[in-house]
C-alpha cells in the first residue's frame, strides 16, 4: 500500500483524492421543477432593455413579447389579470426601451424560461419617445406629414445624403449598377448617427437641393431607436420640409418608422427600396421602348397600308383618270342644274296660274256685274212669276166658283127638271152651253145625253 502524504503544501508527494460520486438521475419534470425551484428563489427582479416582438391577444387579453438588449433576449408573459395595473396607461412599441418587473418561471409542459410581468416602466428611450410623440403631433397639426410630390420619372441627377462608410451606401449603388449603371449620382456624406448627425444631414439636403440635382434620398441601415435619433429631430425635418426638391426617406428597416420618413414625399423600406424607386429600370426601359418600337412599325405600317389603299382608291376616280371628266361632270351638272331650274320655274308658274284663276274666280264671284246678274235673274223670275199669277188665281177663281155654281145646280129645280135633257156644249167648251147666242154660227155643239153624245152644227140661232 502507497504511503499518502497529508501535507498540503507539499505538492511534489503523491496525494490520494477521492473519487467522484456518480450524478444522480433525472427526469426532465424534477429538472423543470429544480430550474424552476431555482428561478423563483431569485424572487422579485427588474430588468432593463427593449421590447420586440409584441403580441397582443384581444381575445384572451394576454401580451407576448420579448425583452433584449446586445447580449440576449428573454420572452416575456403580461396576463390579463395583471395587465392594467402593470401598464398604467403605457402604450408598449417595438423599440421602446423599459424597465420590467416580475418573476422568472419555467414553464413545464414545453420548459420554456419567461418573465411574469407585473409592471412596465418606460426606461432611457421613454423620454425620447415622449419627444417623438410630442414632435409628431406637432408636425401633424402643420400639415407636413400630407405633402407628397410626385418623383420624376427619369431623373438627370440623384442626390444622396448618407454616410460614405455606412453599408446603406453600398447597398444603394449596388442597386443603382442593377438598375442603371453609371447614372449621375451626387453623395453628400454626413454622420447619421450621433450628436450633430441630424445637423450634418441638414446640410446635406440644402448642398445637393443648391447643386440643382433632381431628387434627394436621406437613407441609412437599420439599428437601435437611439440610432436613428437623428431622423427624429428638427433640424433634420426643417430641411426635408423646406427641400424644393422632392425628397425620399430611406431609413432603417421595414418596422422602422422616423418622423423623416413621415414629413418625406416619399418613405422606402430599405435603402435598395430607395433606390428601386428613384433610379429607372434601365432594362425595363429598353423592353418598352422595343416593345414601343415594334408597336410603332406595326402602326406605321398599319398607316402605310391604309394611304396606299387610300391612294389606289383615288386613283381609280374619274377626275384623276381623266381631266376631260371634270368638263363632262360640270357639264352634266350644269344640265341637271338647268333642268331642274326649268321645272322649278314651271312648277312655280303653275302655281302662280292656279292662284291667279282661284282669285280670279274669287273676284268674278266678288264682282258687281255677277251681283246685277243674279239679281236680273231674280227679277225675271219673279215677274214670269207675277205674270202668271192674275190668271192663275182667276182661274182658281173660275173653277171654285164652278164648282159652286154646279152645287146650286144640284140643289136647283132647274137640276130636277132638266132630268131627261140633255147638256149642250161648244165644241172645246168646258161650260153647258146655256144661251143660244153662245154658239155661233158653224160652232159644232157636242150634246151630252144620258148615254152617248151628239155632235151638231150651228146654223143660226135667236
Not at 410581468?117 to 415622449?130: D, H, K, S, Y
Not at 256685274?369 to 188665281?393: D, G, I, K, N, S
Request: aromatic share 4%; charged share 25%.
Amino acid at each position: 500500500m502507497r504511503e499518502t502524504r497529508t501535507d498540503p503544501f507539499d505538492w511534489d508527494a503523491p496525494q490520494e483524492r477521492p473519487e467522484p460520486a456518480a450524478p444522480a438521475v433525472l427526469s426532465v419534470g424534477q429538472v423543470c421543477a429544480k430550474a424552476s425551484g431555482a428561478l423563483k428563489a431569485l424572487g422579485v427582479v427588474v430588468v432593463e432593455g427593449e421590447l420586440s416582438r409584441i403580441t397582443d391577444h384581444q381575445a384572451s387579453g394576454h401580451m407576448y413579447f420579448d425583452l433584449k438588449d446586445a447580449a440576449a433576449r428573454v420572452a416575456c408573459s403580461l396576463f390579463r389579470p395583471s395587465r392594467a395595473l402593470a401598464l398604467r396607461g403605457l402604450v408598449p412599441r417595438e423599440g421602446m426601451q423599459v424597465r420590467i418587473t416580475g418573476k422568472l418561471e419555467i414553464y413545464g409542459p414545453q420548459g420554456k424560461f419567461s418573465l411574469v410581468v407585473t409592471r412596465i416602466e418606460a426606461a432611457g428611450i421613454g423620454a425620447l419617445m415622449a419627444e417623438y410623440e410630442r414632435l409628431k403631433q406637432e408636425l401633424l397639426q402643420k400639415g407636413w406629414f400630407e405633402r407628397q410630390r410626385p418623383l420624376p420619372a427619369a431623373p438627370y441627377v440623384v442626390g444622396v445624403v448618407t454616410s460614405r462608410s455606412g453599408a446603406a451606401l453600398q447597398d444603394f449603388l449596388r442597386t443603382r449598377a442593377q438598375r442603371w449603371p453609371g447614372h449621375p449620382l451626387v453623395v453628400a456624406h454626413a454622420a447619421v448617427q450621433g450628436q450633430g448627425a441630424a445637423e450634418e444631414v441638414a446640410r446635406g439636403i440644402r448642398a445637393l437641393e443648391a447643386q440643382g440635382v433632381d431628387v434627394v434620398v436621406v437613407c441609412r441601415g437599420g439599428g437601435s431607436v437611439e440610432d436613428l435619433w437623428a431622423f427624429n429631430e428638427r433640424p433634420l425635418l426643417e430641411a426635408v420640409w423646406n427641400c424644393t426638391k422632392p425628397v425620399v426617406s430611406g431609413v432603417g428597416h421595414e418596422i422602422d418608422t422616423t418622423l423623416c420618413d413621415l414629413v418625406a414625399d416619399l418613405r422606402a423600406h430599405t435603402p435598395t427600396d430607395a433606390a428601386e424607386k428613384v433610379f429607372p429600370d434601365r432594362e425595363a426601359l429598353l423592353e418598352r421602348i422595343e416593345s414601343a418600337d415594334i408597336d410603332l412599325g406595326r402602326a406605321m405600317d398599319a398607316l402605310l397600308g391604309e394611304a396606299e389603299a387610300r391612294v389606289e382608291q383615288l386613283a381609280s376616280r374619274p377626275c384623276l383618270s381623266s381631266p376631260r371628266w371634270f368638263l363632262d361632270e360640270r357639264a352634266a351638272r350644269l344640265g341637271r342644274a338647268t333642268t331642274g331650274l326649268v321645272e322649278r320655274m314651271q312648277g312655280l308658274l303653275l302655281r302662280a296660274e292656279a292662284r291667279l284663276e282661284s282669285a280670279g274666280r274669287r273676284v268674278e264671284r266678288r264682282s258687281p256685274r255677277v251681283e246685277l246678274e243674279q239679281r236680273a235673274a231674280r227679277l225675271e223670275l219673279l215677274a214670269a212669276r207675277l205674270a202668271t199669277a192674275p190668271a192663275t188665281r182667276l182661274e182658281r177663281a173660275s173653277s171654285r166658283l164652278d164648282t159652286a155654281a154646279r152645287t146650286l145646280e144640284a140643289v136647283s129645280p132647274l137640276a130636277v127638271l132638266g132630268r131627261g135633257y140633255s147638256i149642250t156644249f161648244v165644241e172645246g167648251a168646258s161650260q153647258p152651253l146655256v144661251d143660244a147666242a153662245a154658239a155661233t154660227p158653224g160652232a159644232t155643239l157636242v150634246t151630252r145625253l144620258a148615254h152617248g153624245e151628239l155632235r151638231s152644227r150651228v146654223e143660226g140661232g135667236s
